[in-house]
């Protein structure tokens, strides 16, 4: 395309240090929109960003969260879209990106696939990952789509739970509308004005989703539920205490759920959860709010 | 053959050209706007653009997202501004177009606004983000109500999506000034003139020009070489340093007299 800069979006910061690492590899000015708040919370992989040679750039508007660092990102792509290209961080925006960052991270669901059939001889009963924009969960989904007796569950952040009307899970509870160039599940107000987010994890933390998991559930493919943000640090600990792994905010829901499942498994039963990001970025949040 | 039809053929028979001024509706209140509305249109304003607030402005820079995040503070909403379009119908015939994003019409739902719209006298809607590609169902139950979908062409537009865009456009066309969001600039492009002549070979429609617009110089250089102007961000700046002051409207309305006679 013969672009020199690229431009990302990022709420947790992987997507954003990920895009450095291949702009610093190719030699490419890279730029990357980022909620003030997120950047608050996030302070690891902002780090990174900078140490890769990228320029995080704070939004400030909204809710200072990935909402606003798409938007943000969009408003900059379309005024220099003749040196610039945006690799969107997510299953979201305008087509053909749902569908292009679908295809990239389908990598984890054939592998998860040739992997589990090879070691286990077949296919898992259920699969289950968080959801934000959902590409991590489109990735382990989509090349599992035609099995049809693979069970699709991706978990939302019910953030302070829905009384409060903070939270992101937007499948569960939102309705349909038009954001960031795709028709998806999206949080509302009646007159259609973007309702504001909020999950104590960045990367879930936005009010829409990715138009092929609303896709997923109208066609019932998949099931979506909610994890609210107490939930999520249990499932972290979880994790941590017993398989020694400290997942990230983001699949902490997941994990979770793996507890409401509990009642439809069996021993016997095969389980892929998709462990998106890495724990270290959270640990700040992850000790003021457990105390520990 | 609705207002705004009919203005760009007055316009043409006295050799004049159209001047558009947006405003957002209900900045800083939806009383401003209903006497902006009464006033631009006694000082000869051609045609006025009103902005429906909307949360995520992806196409509009700092100061119209920040005119639409006080509106909304206000709580004003689509239905207030299809009222204030009633309203203000009753003392003048000046053609209005409604400009919003796509979210705001699908939840209210297409047909109950492009109805509604029709009923209080609102003469065309120009969406930022609803390609054409995109807007079958809309531009179809518009053109039942004789209502105009302005559609939208800008510098990195393709020849043959032009082609297409001047098929389907209705009203005017508004071309794009700059790849960019809503917001003054210092000049305009060096391509403009070029760009606007590859446009006048697909279309006879009129092709009027904004984003960008805030001086008399580039009014004066956008009438040599388009059908009209559109103005927006330079007056909503004008309002917004007027807040609070009792002469806003007359403050705002000189700053337009002064940009349209230029």
Redesign the interface.
């Known amino acids: 395309m013969q672009k020199r800069r690229i431009i990302a979006e990022t709420g947790a910061g992987q997507h954003g240090v990920a895009t450095a690492t291949v702009a610093a590899m190719f030699g490419l000015e890279c730029d990357i929109y980022m909620g003030e708040e997120d950047m608050r919370r996030q302070r690891l992989n902002v780090f990174r960003m900078k140490l890769l040679g990228a320029r995080v750039i704070p939004v400030k508007s909204g809710s200072q969260t990935l909402k606003d660092a798409t938007t943000e990102a969009l408003r900059d792509w379309v005024s220099n879209v003749r040196t610039t290209h945006y690799i969107i961080g997510s299953v979201v925006g305008p087509h053909p990106y749902p569908m292009m960052v679908r295809d990239f991270q389908s990598v984890i669901g054939r592998e998860a696939r040739r992997q589990i059939l090879k070691k286990e001889k077949r296919l898992p009963d259920y699969l289950v990952a968080c959801v934000g924009g959902g590409s991590n969960a489109m990735g382990l989904f989509y090349p599992f789509f035609k099995d049809k007796k693979v069970k699709f569950i991706g978990v939302e952040a019910g953030g302070l739970g829905f009384s409060s009307g903070k939270h992101a899970a937007t499948l569960v509870e939102g309705s349909v509308g038009v954001l960031h160039g795709s028709k998806s599940g999206l949080l509302e107000d009646k007159f259609g004005q973007v309702k504001i987010a909020h999950s104590i994890a960045a990367g879930l933390d936005y009010p829409g989703v990715g138009p092929e998991h609303a896709y997923y559930k109208k066609i019932g493919r998949a099931n979506y539920v909610a994890v609210d943000d107490q939930q999520a640090l249990e499932g972290l600990r979880l994790l941590s205490e017993i398989e020694g792994i400290i997942p990230a905010l983001e699949p902490a829901h997941a994990i979770f759920y793996l507890k409401k499942l509990k009642d439809k498994i069996n021993k016997n039963s095969i389980i892929i959860v998709c462990l998106s990001g890495r724990g270290d970025k959270d640990t700040d949040i992850v000790a003021e709010k457990l105390r520990l | 053959m609705n207002r705004i039809e009919q203005k760009f053929k007055e316009l043409k028979k006295q050799n004049q050209k159209a001047f558009i001024v947006f405003i957002t509706a209900g900045y800083p209140s939806l009383d401003i706007t209903y006497k902006l509305i009464l006033e631009f249109s006694k000082v000869g304003v051609d045609i006025i653009e009103l902005g429906v607030p909307?949360?995520?402005p992806?196409?509009d820079?700092p100061i119209i997202?920040e005119s639409s995040q006080a509106a909304?503070k206000n709580k004003i909403?689509?239905t207030h501004i299809l009222n204030l379009v009633k309203r203000v119908r009753d003392k003048t015939r000046i053609p209005i177009c409604l400009m919003t994003?796509?979210?705001?019409?699908?939840?209210?739902g297409e047909k109950r606004f492009i109805e509604a719209a029709s009923v209080c006298g609102v003469d065309g809607v120009i969406i930022p983000?609803l390609p054409p590609e995109e807007g079958d169902s809309l531009i179809k139950l518009s053109r039942r109500h004789h209502l105009d979908v302005v559609c939208f062409i800008s510098p990195?537009t393709s020849i043959e999506r032009m082609k297409k865009i001047c098929a389907i456009a209705r009203g005017f066309i508004y071309y794009v000034t700059?790849?960019?969001?809503t917001g003054p600039r210092q000049n305009l492009p060096s391509d403009l003139a070029g760009n606007l002549r590859a446009i006048k070979k697909h279309t006879r429609k009129p092709v009027c020009v904004g984003f960008g617009v805030s001086d008399s110089r580039q009014v004066r250089q956008i009438y040599k070489i388009a059908d009209g102007v559109i103005v927006g961000s330079a007056i909503v700046k004008k309002i917004k340093d007027n807040i609070g002051n009792p002469d806003l409207v007359q403050r705002v309305v000189n700053f337009v007299k002064k940009l349209k006679e230029c």
């Open positions: 909307f949360s995520d992806m196409a820079g997202q909304l909403n689509i994003y796509y979210n705001p019409i699908f939840c209210f983000d990195t700059f790849t960019g969001v």
